[in-house]
């Protein structure tokens, strides 16, 4: 099932240790991604799609996500991974190419504070 929702500034859409259900696609807007009240992320481009990790390992938010502005989401939920990606291969493929930039984001996070901090380097 997709929803399209208007969110209002300041909004919570997400919130971090909630039971997750379902993930979002931006439209339109700006949202802040905040873990444990400290701010990582700013999503600002259409298409973007958040929320998934919580329904994917079945776990609870692990971050909270709010309007900076108005924005447009879709809410997209779905009954078992598996059958997301049975059912709908493309969005599938989306999921899987977003975890594959965060993890590599991630690691280039560690690999710069590594060369920053000497004590993190083996050599």
């Known amino acids: 099932m997709v929803e399209e929702i208007t969110i209002q500034p300041g909004q919570t859409i997400i919130k971090q240790g909630e039971q997750g259900s379902g993930f979002y696609i931006l439209k339109a807007g700006t949202l802040e991604v905040f873990k444990d009240d400290v701010l990582l992320a700013v999503l600002m481009y259409p298409g973007t799609l958040f929320g998934e990790m919580a329904d994917i390992l079945g776990r609870e938010r692990s971050c909270t996500v709010k309007a900076k502005n108005v924005a447009r989401i879709e ?26 930039n965060r993890l590599d984001r991630t690691t280039q996070k560690l690999i710069d504070t590594a060369r920053e901090n000497p004590l993190w380097s083996v050599k």
């Open 75 to 100: 809410l997209h939920e779905f009954s078992s991974l598996e059958k997301l990606v049975q059912d709908e291969p493309e969005v599938s493929a989306k999921i899987i190419k977003t975890l594959a």
